[in-house]
C-alpha cells in the first residue's frame, strides 16, 4: 500500500517561498502523477497541479506563475515549491495520488501538513 | 475552469435516513466526476469516481449516477459513521475542481 508523508516549514514569511516534499513509501514514484492539493476554510479544495514521473507538470493556471513541482526518483520523493506566498496561500497541503495511476482521482493522500504565512 | 457546485451546503439527517447531494459542473464533464468523503480533520477519502465506481472498500450504501453536469451522491441509509463532508470533484479537464463541500449533520 502506498504511503505519502508531506513535510516543510510549518511557518513561512510573506513574500519567501513556500517548499513542501512528499516521501512516497511503498511503491515507487515511477508511472503515476503526483498532485499536491490544499484546502483552506476561504478556498476549500483546491488542486495545486501534478507532477508526473518523468518531470512534466501541470499546473493550476491561477498559481501557475509561482509554481514549480518536481521529481526525485532516486529519493521516492515529490517536492513543491510555492514563491511570493501571501496570507491566502495559508492552508493544509496534500500531496495525493491514485492505485490507478493518479490522474483525475485520488485515492492516495498525504496526512496533510498545515503551512501559515506570516510575519 | 469548471465550476462545480454542490447543493446543499449542508442537511441535517437522521440515522437510517436516505440522503442525496447533488453536484452540478458548469460544462459537461461526461463522467469524469469523484465524490470523496472527509471527517474533521482527516484526510479525504475517495468513495466513488468515474460517476458511479464504487471504490473499493467503500459501503454499497453509497452509491453515484449522473452524467454531463448533473450528478448524485445518494446514501441509501445513513449510519452513524457516515456524519461528515462530502465533496465532488470534476477531473474532466485541468484544473481539477472541487464543489466548495456538503456537510451531513445529525438530526
Known amino acids: 500500500q502506498v504511503q505519502l508523508q508531506e513535510s516543510g516549514p510549518g511557518l513561512v514569511k510573506p513574500s519567501e517561498t513556500l517548499s513542501l516534499t512528499c516521501t512516497v513509501s511503498?511503491?515507487?514514484?515511477?508511472?503515476?502523477?503526483w498532485s499536491w492539493i490544499r484546502q483552506s476554510p476561504e478556498k476549500g479544495l483546491e488542486w495545486i497541479g501534478y507532477v508526473y514521473y518523468d518531470g512534466s507538470s501541470k499546473y493550476n493556471p491561477s498559481l501557475k506563475s509561482r509554481v514549480t513541482m518536481s521529481v526525485d526518483r532516486p529519493e521516492n520523493q515529490i517536492s513543491l515549491k510555492l514563491t511570493s506566498v501571501t496570507a491566502a496561500d495559508s492552508a493544509v497541503y496534500y500531496c495525493?495520488?491514485?492505485?490507478?495511476?493518479?490522474?483525475?482521482?485520488?485515492?492516495?493522500w498525504g496526512q496533510g501538513t498545515l503551512v501559515a504565512v506570516s510575519s | 475552469d469548471i465550476q462545480m457546485t454542490q447543493s446543499p451546503s449542508s442537511l441535517s439527517a437522521s440515522v437510517g435516513d436516505r440522503v442525496t447531494i447533488t453536484c452540478r459542473a458548469s460544462?459537461?464533464?461526461?463522467?469524469?466526476l469523484a465524490w470523496y468523503q472527509q471527517k474533521p480533520g482527516k484526510v479525504p477519502k475517495l468513495l466513488i469516481h468515474?460517476?458511479?465506481t464504487l471504490q473499493s472498500g467503500v459501503p454499497p450504501r453509497f452509491s453515484g449516477s449522473g452524467s454531463g453536469s448533473d450528478f448524485t451522491l445518494t446514501i441509501s441509509r445513513l449510519q452513524p459513521e457516515d456524519f461528515a463532508t462530502y465533496f465532488c470533484?470534476?477531473?474532466?479537464?485541468?484544473?481539477?475542481?472541487f464543489g466548495q463541500g456538503t456537510k451531513v449533520e445529525i438530526k
Open positions: 468515474a460517476a458511479s
Open positions: 495525493a495520488s491514485g492505485s490507478a495511476g493518479g490522474y483525475g482521482y485520488f485515492d492516495y
Open positions: 511503498g511503491g515507487p514514484v515511477g508511472s503515476f502523477y
Open positions: 460544462q459537461g464533464i461526461s463522467n469524469y
Open positions: 470533484q470534476n477531473y474532466d479537464s485541468a484544473p481539477w475542481t
